[in-house]
């Protein structure tokens, strides 16, 4: 069974940084070939889409992001990451990682507990 356990997440001031990460297990024979996702969600609102890398590297942006946010993965080690500057209020919000492609996750993937970034002064 697939398990997404994502961490790294906590309270900054306007203007720093996090690094979110999100441990993969139950799919290290394939966890190299995954496109892997990084979503967030503020209460009232829908879940959406952060950063994406495909299993052959491609990557996309919310528009949101502005050159703030890199992801990457590391397939030895089975996990992915979101390093996160120049943090903004706005940025609030839990964070989660999944699987697949980004429509697909969005719409059928169970999600996990996530981690909380606040972003507040």
């Known amino acids: 069974q697939v398990q997404l356990v994502e961490s790294g997440g906590g309270l900054v001031q306007p203007g720093e940084s996090l690094t979110l990460s999100c441990a993969a297990s139950g799919m290290e024979s394939v966890f190299a070939m995954a496109d892997l996702g990084w979503y967030r969600q503020t209460p009232g609102k829908q879940r959406e889409l952060v950063a994406h890398?495909?299993?052959?590297?491609?990557?996309n942006y919310a528009d949101f992001v502005e050159g703030r946010f890199t992801i990457s993965r590391d397939d030895w080690k089975n996990a992915v990451y979101l390093q996160m500057n120049s943090l903004k209020p706005e940025d609030t919000a839990v964070y989660y990682c999944n699987i697949g492609p980004s429509d697909y996750a969005l719409t059928f993937r169970s999600w996990g507990q996530g981690t909380q970034v606040t972003v507040s002064s």
């Open positions: 890398i495909s299993g052959v590297g491609t990557i």
